[in-house]
């Protein structure tokens, strides 16, 4: 019985408190400048520096004839969002934006693959 009564005046407490969820989707709560999520690239020269210091192999890009780079991609089966790939990029071409909304059920679709700096 007094167990039955506490929990009663628990929830009769927070029948007047703030609740600390939201109701998300529709509500989503801020995030800082530096959230770490959806990578884009744009502007990719090739030098290779984010391939090397990848801690995950998680970056692949291809070349054409005349080594412009012609495909960019980031496999987020394997990325674990460190940043180091935007952090070392020396020409500052590679954003980890604010994006956090990726799950799927297909696992080709975490592959985030650019050509000439657009999703594909
Ligand atoms: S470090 Fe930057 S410029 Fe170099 S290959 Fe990676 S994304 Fe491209
Ligand atoms: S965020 Fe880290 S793990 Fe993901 S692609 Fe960049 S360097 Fe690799």
Same mark, same amino acid.
């Given at each position: 019985m007094r167990a039955l009564l506490e929990g009663l005046l628990t929830v009769l407490k927070h029948l007047f408190i703030k609740p600390v969820t939201l109701e998300y989707p529709e509500k989503k709560r801020y995030q800082s400048d530096n959230?770490?999520?959806?990578?884009?690239?744009?502007? $990719?020269?090739?030098?290779?520096?984010?391939?090397?210091?990848?801690?995950?192999?998680?970056? !692949?890009?291809?070349?054409? +004839?005349?080594?412009?780079?012609?495909s960019y991609t980031f496999d987020l089966n394997k990325c674990i969002?460190?940043?180091? $790939?935007?952090?070392y990029c020396p020409h500052k071409v590679i954003n980890m934006t604010?994006?956090? !909304?990726?799950?799927?059920? +297909?696992?080709?679709?975490?592959?985030?693959?650019?050509k000439g700096g657009v999703n594909d």
């Open positions: 959230f770490r999520g959806k990578l884009v690239v744009e502007g $990719c020269v090739g030098c290779g520096v984010c391939k090397k210091v990848c801690p995950s192999g998680a970056i !692949e890009y291809t070349k054409n +004839e005349q080594g412009k780079v012609v969002f460190c940043g180091n $790939c935007m952090y604010s994006e956090f !909304e990726l799950a799927t059920t +297909e696992k080709t679709d975490l592959k985030l693959t650019y």
